[in-house]
């Protein structure tokens, strides 16, 4: 990038001797190059320049050392002056300005810490160390670590990202289309299987995020093709240049922690190697951990799947370009304040880093929302806790770290204000706070942020040795002892199916951390040696990790684990799973916490990876937590529940506590009846304490989640009590439902008003929650129950409404053929453009579409629609007889049906629940369908009933009206009875009961829980509510019915 000026600057050196003639070239270069206008620097022929003070000296003066008296002069003497005598007259931190010096052949940088000057390396002229002076000249002042500034310096616009990633783009493009395999391939495949696992796009929204990235792709974007392997490949880019740049961010950090540190300016260092040079020490000093390692951090870098832009630099095609992206992050990276990090501490500051690379849409199609800070600080709050400094915490599922960060926030003050040491602190947060997370991206940008809120103790604890204790874990799958094995292991698989490495341990070795790490640690070293494992077992012994004993009683688990890494390394995967693997066992050897605390991935069953499912489903049986329902999303359970109970069962203390933000739905979800079950294992139940409800508001605000805080406990003794404290949120009074990211919890709590209800399961264990106003659930105790003589049936579902569900635009002259029209326009499936067709009109019935078509005790459809029903019900015989009757008696709408057979047979309700029947059979469809008289509800509206009967088909007479699948009914053959439980569906205690434990988009059958009077023809009052619901639904002034249906909810409130 500044090649040019650098080349300006060594051809000129030259010819300079004094330090005003090295002055004179360096000001007019920069000059001309920067567009920089320097001040000289009073009573000195010295340059200054918003907030950078550069003292020249005469050329080659420093003979390259550091040791020279011209340097010494140059740093400790003139700039530390300068520094000084600006930072007073200007008022502002002297830990802020930039020295610069110079002799035209070696240029040095020097800060203030502490009062005192320092400085970095001396280094040589060339392109990385221009690079660096201009970044310091475009900046004026050293950078604080800030969202701001990284976005500004490093995110997707930024020259250096879009620098970076490009090379990484086009190096990884060529790699995907060579040929045969490679380690980079092989490493993009293990990671899409497990990580980069897109929901389907559409082809706008390929393009989109393809342009909004920053870098290009060779490829064809606007293709269905795309979203699935196209998008993984941009994703995969970004996550390996956020991993480099976090990474890359604590080498700097700890590059400043004073005693600790191997060296200083890690980033400056670095940034002006050669390829070679450059690629061999961050290898080894960043993706090996060595740096920092040698600072006292253990295990900081152990994943290994992002590290593949190593190879990538040795490739002649694309290495150059990487190396030079590179050193165009290091030399940002160097002018950044990472000695103090105040502001820093105070946010996760890589979280909205993250949320700068990647575009809103892939964001969300991953599922991936980001927990604003203040709704962190509410969540905590909820735990009750009040000493933070004695109980341990656990986030699960950290992501980045945010509760993490809070967490240890409130540690430090209360610590700090019990004059606790900083080494006590400093202890005590690296034993207590805990995270996991499955994805490795998400492990370094949680590591990191936990070393930004610990620096300054690292500092003030020279030769301290710590481990941060966020691990590459799964929340649900963890490593156990076998129970179906005769022997005492613990096997365990990780990776996809791609790798898909089956872990055999000896149970006495996973369960000793210690033991594991250091036999791993050999294993890993042996296997990079392509070493068999009968020398590996001497090794062990050796070294004395293993007995002579051990050795012989676990050589079969030890060797085949051995072998199938060997395996692995033997076709390029290299030595990285004994890395991966220990994070694994160590979550196992956790322990017990006081606290678990987090928002774990709100993502249904069938949306997880399916190597992933089948490898949990075991664990998931275990702990009997999928609802007994299956075709009303029996398996649809959210994962957030699941990891609420593995989470309480393996490491949350009896009598601890659980606070997560889950999805309100979990509380009244048919799907999560498991759930609300809330039996864990071996006698411990998980005792629900309170739920904050947010759903009408969006504390995501680019999510439409629905969100609650859910805290519980883990009691052997208790088993969960009811009605317990529910909190209802909504706006304030002028406020907005959307809560912005930025608020602190002051402020947003400020806009939001709690109504403080409570919560009662509607009937037995694992039945829905009845939220309502304190003391009401039991006023209401006459509706609850299953209604003995009342059941609730779902539509006709027919999967291709724009085909089932036609218009009639005439009738036959004979009346024996009616012309329908399909509609193209009702529903996601493309079934080609409008036709019209004759048919025979006899399975045409009137439609009643959806929630619009209807209000209380009123049925006015918007559109005069048909439905084709071509079966009365779903058995063997009712099919037959269907086919058998188009067969002989309908060979128009035989001839309809066949016109869209490929489609009709593709549909899934067909291939998934209709086995034997004809294509064009449809579902939910019994003698219930065909009754004279319906009571009918939606399924996604506030509550309220109507009654239909009948209507006219043109061509063939009054028929019965068909309620679409979006509708819900109970059949009769009476008009009376059908009224009167109209009438008493619309009262208003029924309708408050019903809403009270129903999600209004997954209303269904209320009279699971529900069970009011059936119709008594002898009683008068019964007769006279149904005579006012048929004169409501025979009114059509609006006001006047709203007289009528209050007339009905007073008399019905007096039936029950």
């Given at each position: 990038m500044y090649q040019e000026l650098t080349d300006r600057?060594?051809?000129?050196?030259?010819?300079?001797?004094?330090?005003?003639?090295?002055?004179?070239?360096?000001?007019?270069?920069?000059?001309?190059?920067?567009?920089?206008?320097?001040?000289?620097?009073?009573?000195?022929?010295?340059?200054?320049?918003?907030?950078?003070?550069?003292?020249?000296?005469n050329a080659g003066l420093f003979g390259g050392k550091t040791s020279?008296?011209?340097?010494?002069?140059?740093?400790?003497?003139?700039?530390?002056?300068?520094?000084?005598?600006?930072?007073?007259?200007?008022?502002?931190?002297?830990?802020?300005?930039?020295?610069?010096?110079?002799?035209?052949?070696?240029?040095?940088?020097?800060?203030?810490?502490?009062?005192?000057?320092?400085?970095?390396?001396?280094?040589?002229?060339?392109?990385?160390?221009?690079?660096?002076?201009?970044?310091?000249?475009?900046?004026?002042?050293?950078?604080?670590?800030?969202?701001?500034?990284?976005?500004?310096?490093?995110?997707h616009m930024s020259p250096?990202?879009?620098?970076?990633?490009q090379a990484l783009a086009d190096s990884l493009m060529s790699q995907l289309a060579a040929k045969g395999p490679n380690k980079i391939k092989m490493l993009f495949e293990e990671w899409r299987h497990l990580y980069g696992q897109v929901a389907d796009l559409s082809a706008n929204q390929v393009d989109d995020i393809l342009r909004s990235i920053g870098f290009n792709l060779t490829c064809k974007q606007a293709s269905k093709q795309a979203s699935n392997s196209i998008i993984p490949v941009a994703l995969f880019v970004i996550h390996t240049y956020d991993s480099l740049l976090i990474k890359l961010l604590g080498a700097e950090i700890v590059s400043m922690l004073g005693d600790h540190t191997a060296y200083k300016g890690f980033a400056e260092a670095a940034s002006v190697l050669g390829d070679v040079e450059l690629t061999q020490r961050i290898a080894a000093e960043i993706e090996r951990g060595e740096f920092f390692s040698r600072a006292g951090i253990q295990g900081f870098v152990e994943e290994a799947i992002f590290s593949w832009y190593l190879d990538a630099a040795t490739d002649p095609a694309h290495g150059a370009d990487i190396c030079r992206g590179l050193r165009q992050v290091l030399v940002g990276l160097a002018m950044y304040r990472t000695d103090n990090l105040t502001v820093a501490r105070s946010r996760d500051v890589l979280k909205h880093f993250y949320q700068d690379l990647v575009p809103d849409a892939l964001r969300k199609s991953l599922g991936e929302f980001y927990t604003p800070d203040w709704l962190v600080e509410v969540t905590l709050d909820k735990t009750g806790?009040?000493?933070?400094?004695?109980?341990?915490?656990?986030?699960?599922?950290?992501?980045?770290?945010?509760?993490?960060?809070?967490?240890?926030?409130?540690?430090?003050?209360?610590?700090?204000?019990?004059?606790?040491?900083?080494?006590?602190?400093?202890?005590?947060?690296?034993?207590?706070?805990?995270?996991?997370d499955l994805n490795p991206l998400a492990v370094q940008a949680a590591r990191v942020n936990l070393l930004i809120s610990i620096t300054d103790l690292l500092a003030a604890c020279p030769g301290s040795r710590i481990e941060l204790p966020v691990l590459l874990a799964d929340a649900v799958y963890s490593p156990a002892r076998n129970p179906d094995s005769d022997e005492d292991t613990v096997e365990y698989t990780i990776g996809s199916q791609v790798a898909n490495l089956k872990v055999t341990l000896p149970a006495a070795l996973a369960l000793d951390r210690k033991r594991l790490d250091?036999?791993?640690?050999?294993?890993?070293?042996?296997?990079?040696?392509?070493?068999?494992?009968?020398?590996?077992?001497?090794?062990?012994?050796?070294?004395?990790?293993?007995?002579?004993?051990?050795?012989?009683s676990w050589r079969l688990p030890l060797s085949e684990t051995y072998g199938r890494v060997l395996d692995l390394h033997r076709k390029n995967w290299n030595g990285i799973w004994f890395r991966i693997v220990r994070n694994f066992f160590w979550s196992a050897t956790a322990g017990e916490f006081d606290v678990v605390i987090g928002n774990p991935p709100w993502v249904r069953w069938s949306k997880l990876p399916e190597l992933y499912r089948e490898r949990v489903m075991p664990t998931c049986r275990d702990y009997d937590i999928f609802s007994s329902t299956p075709h009303h999303g029996g398996n649809e359970l959210d994962i957030s529940a699941m990891i609420s109970y593995t989470v309480s069962d393996k490491w949350l203390k009896e009598e601890g506590q659980l606070?997560?933000?889950?999805?309100?739905?979990?509380?009244?979800?048919?799907?999560?009846?498991?759930?609300?079950?809330?039996?864990?294992?071996?006698?411990?139940?998980?005792?629900?304490?309170?739920?904050d409800d947010l759903k009408s508001l969006k504390p995501f605000p680019d999510a439409a989640n629905k969100t609650a805080i859910f805290v519980a406990s883990?009691?052997?003794?208790?088993?969960?009590?009811?009605?317990?404290?529910?909190?209802?949120?909504?706006?304030?009074?002028?406020?907005?439902?959307?809560?912005?990211?930025?608020?602190?919890?002051?402020?947003?709590?400020?806009?939001?008003?709690?109504?403080?209800?409570?919560?009662?399961?509607?009937?037995?264990?694992?039945s829905p929650w009845a939220v309502l106003p304190v003391g009401e659930f039991a006023s209401m105790a006459c509706l609850t129950g299953q209604s003995e003589w009342a059941q609730g049936r779902k539509g006709v579902t027919v999967d291709l409404n724009g085909i089932?569900?036609?218009?009639?635009?005439?009738?036959?002259?004979?009346?024996?053929?009616v012309q329908i029209e399909t509609r193209p326009e009702a529903g996601k499936t493309n079934i080609g453009p409008k036709q019209r067709h004759w048919i025979e009109p006899d399975m045409l019935y009137p439609l009643l579409k959806g929630a619009s078509d209807f209000s209380a005790c009123y049925v006015s459809p918007k559109d005069e629609l048909y439905a084709l029903v071509p079966n009365r019900g779903i058995t063997k015989e009712e099919y037959d007889g269907a086919e058998a009757l188009i067969d002989a008696e309908m060979p128009q709408l035989g001839r309809y049906f066949t016109s869209f057979r490929e489609l009709l047979a593709r549909r899934s309700t067909y291939r998934g629940r209709m086995p034997n029947a004809p294509y064009y059979a449809v579902y939910n469809v019994g003698n219930y369908t065909f009754a004279p008289w319906k009571v009918i509800w939606a399924e996604q509206k506030d509550f309220c009933a109507a009654v239909v009967s009948t209507a006219t088909v043109p061509g063939a007479g009054e028929r019965v009206v068909v309620p679409d699948h979006k509708l819900f009914f109970v059949d009769f053959d009476a008009a009376e009875p059908a009224y009167f439980l109209c009438g008493m569906l619309n009262t208003a205690k029924v309708r408050q009961f019903i809403e009270s434990h129903v999600i209004k988009t997954q209303i269904g059958n209320v009279f699971k829980h529900l069970s009011v009077p059936q119709f008594d023809a002898k009683n008068p009052r019964h007769r006279e509510l149904a005579a006012l619901v048929e004169q409501a639904h025979a009114e059509h002034d609006q006001a006047k019915r709203q007289v009528l249906l209050a007339k009905i909810s007073d008399l019905g409130s007096k039936l029950l």
């Open positions: 600057l060594t051809s000129g050196v030259a010819r300079c001797v004094t330090e005003e003639e090295v002055r004179f070239l360096w000001l007019s270069e920069l000059k001309s190059a920067l567009g920089v206008q320097f001040q000289a620097e009073r009573e000195r022929n010295d340059a200054y320049y918003n907030g950078v003070v550069i003292e020249f000296k020279s008296p011209a340097f010494k002069e140059a740093v400790y003497d003139r700039l530390d002056k300068y520094i000084k005598r600006r930072s007073e007259s200007e008022g502002e931190d002297s830990a802020d300005y930039i020295g610069i010096a110079t002799d035209g052949r070696h240029v040095a940088f020097a800060f203030m810490q502490d009062d005192q000057i320092v400085h970095r390396h001396l280094m040589p002229i060339c392109e990385s160390s221009v690079s660096l002076v201009a970044q310091a000249l475009k900046d004026a002042k050293r950078r604080a670590v800030t969202p701001e500034n990284l976005i500004e310096d490093f995110g250096a990202g879009a620098g970076m990633m806790v009040s000493d933070w400094t004695d109980k341990r915490f656990l986030d699960p599922t950290c992501g980045s770290g945010s509760f993490l960060l809070a967490t240890i926030k409130r540690i430090r003050q209360q610590a700090e204000a019990a004059s606790w040491s900083q080494k006590a602190t400093l202890e005590h947060i690296t034993r207590s706070v805990w995270g996991f250091a036999v791993f640690s050999t294993m890993g070293e042996l296997v990079e040696a392509d070493t068999d494992y009968p020398d590996v077992e001497q090794k062990l012994i050796a070294r004395r990790q293993l007995s002579q004993e051990e050795a012989d606070a997560f933000l889950v999805t309100q739905t979990l509380f009244q979800s048919p799907s999560s009846e498991g759930f609300r079950r809330f039996r864990i294992k071996d006698g411990y139940n998980l005792i629900p304490e309170s739920v883990k009691s052997r003794s208790r088993v969960p009590s009811y009605p317990l404290p529910y909190y209802v949120w909504n706006a304030a009074p002028g406020a907005k439902k959307v809560i912005s990211a930025s608020l602190d919890k002051a402020a947003a709590l400020s806009g939001v008003i709690i109504d403080q209800q409570e919560a009662t399961p509607v009937g037995g264990e694992g089932y569900f036609v218009s009639v635009t005439r009738v036959s002259e004979d009346g024996n053929l």
